[in-house]
């Protein structure tokens, strides 16, 4: 029984990376916040009740690929690559899929993909440093770390909508660099930094 729950989640993972597929396809055309549900599944080949067993909507679609990318790259973190690895990993990613993150990072929607990338940025760093001191941060770690996080997705943003001149290691070495130094410190502690 477990063998075929395993095979119909590859199938699922299958279907929903057709429709990522798709997505990137209309997104080298048309602005994300004119892209339909009926553009996405008429590129892959899918109904619209595909698409909606799978995501609830578009930014759904792109915040889900964006979280398989993070995945890749940030998890590294929790098996001994610093923030600056990790980080190159992520912008590396976006540079590969530059036309999908143009695309993505234009849109201003409210589940856009600016916002899940701040969400998803501040938990792990909240998970991360949680597990390694034992607590949770103190009121002013907490706040250099939401601001941090901001800015790092704001600068990310900028960087992939300017045209990424910088490669992703320059890029990862600035957003470091720019890490509140009461932050920088605990990261520093506990050997997160280079």
Known sequence: MEGISGRQESAKEHTKYRLADSIKRCMKTTPVDRITVKDIVEGCGLTRQTFYRNFKDKYDLINWYFDKMVQKSLGKIETGSTVRESLARKLAFILEEKAFFSGAFRSDDHNSLKEHDFELILQFYNRLLAHRISRPLDENLQFQL????????????????????????QMSDRLVDAMPPGLAKVFEQLGLLE
Do not use: A, F, I, Q
Not at 146 to 169: A, D, F, I, Q
């Open 146 to 169: 939401e601001m941090y996080c901001r800015g790092s997705v704001y600068m990310t943003v900028k960087w992939v909508l300017g045209g990424m001149r910088e490669t992703p290691w």
